[in-house]
């Protein structure tokens, strides 16, 4: 042998080599495209925590109206936008501004969906405030009656615009604040929503008209402060 190949066996060799590389092909699975959860856009509503019928100077009509066309308008929107996401990160050429605009969409509607479903799950209770969330208030505030004041103030001077007032409690600070909200993407970083109230005119304008006031009034009087409880002694446990 004087260890030269012949052009025979070199071309055996190439073409034993391609068919080894097929057929280790044949054995790996095609790449797929792992769906991101982020933007499934599945959320599905709540439904009402208590008997719309039975509220205390809310009508059924405003609360299943407020339901149906704000809060669930809300999460169908959220679902829509969420799915425009995706859609728009295999747009390779997109400029970031169009992006932008889209996710600040997701913002508003994800705050709403958030603000609404914690709104419905503090009302349906008997207004009387108790437990951990009495003692909460009456510590920061340094009594129920000013506390409610207080919360009735920031409130009323939303009246005739939109926004939302919610008593919370902020991690980073450690305390408990009625903070005032201009709308949906606007509240106090680090902070947990212990009762939230919509000062948005679809929220009363049908049973009050301009007197946002005296909606104000009626919800206090138809707080659900096991709920409040509830969020209390969570937000406690975490910090």
Same mark, same amino acid.
């Given at each position: ?50 008997? *719309?019928?039975? #509220?205390? +100077?809310? !009508?059924?009509? /405003? =609360?299943?109206? %407020? ?87 920031? *409130?009323?001077? #939303?009246? +005739?615009? !939109?926004?939302? /007032? =919610?008593?919370? %409690? ?70």
């Amino acid at each position: 042998m004087n260890g030269k190949i012949s052009r025979r066996e070199a071309i055996t060799g190439i073409l034993a080599t391609g068919a080894t590389v097929l057929s280790l092909n044949e054995n790996v699975p095609a790449q797929i495209e792992t769906p991101m959860r982020a933007f499934q856009g599945q959320h599905q509503p709540k439904p009402l925590p208590f008997d *719309a019928a039975k #509220l205390k +100077g809310i !009508s059924e009509k /405003v =609360i299943k109206s %407020h339901w149906e066309n704000n809060y669930v308008g809300s999460v169908k929107a959220l679902n829509a936008v969420e799915q425009r996401l995706a859609a728009m990160l295999k747009e390779k050429d997109l400029p970031a501004y169009l992006y932008g605009n889209v996710k600040r969409e997701e913002l508003i509607r994800t705050g709403s969906v958030v603000l609404h479903e914690n709104y419905f799950a503090n009302l349906g209770g008997s207004g009387k405030a108790d437990g951990k969330a009495l003692e909460t208030l009456k510590k920061w505030f340094g009594s129920f009656e000013q506390w409610e004041a207080e919360f009735k103030k920031t *409130a009323n001077a #939303l009246s +005739g615009g !939109s926004g939302w /007032v =919610i008593l919370a %409690h902020n991690f980073h600070t450690g305390e408990i604040h009625n903070y005032w909200q201009a709308d949906h993407a606007h509240n106090a970083p680090f902070s947990i929503p212990l009762l939230v109230l919509d000062m948005y005119e679809h929220s009363y304008q049908m049973d009050y008209g301009a007197a946002a006031a005296k909606y104000v009034d009626a919800f206090i009087q138809n707080v659900n402060w096991e709920e409040v409880n509830r969020r209390v002694e969570t937000s406690l446990k975490i910090t």
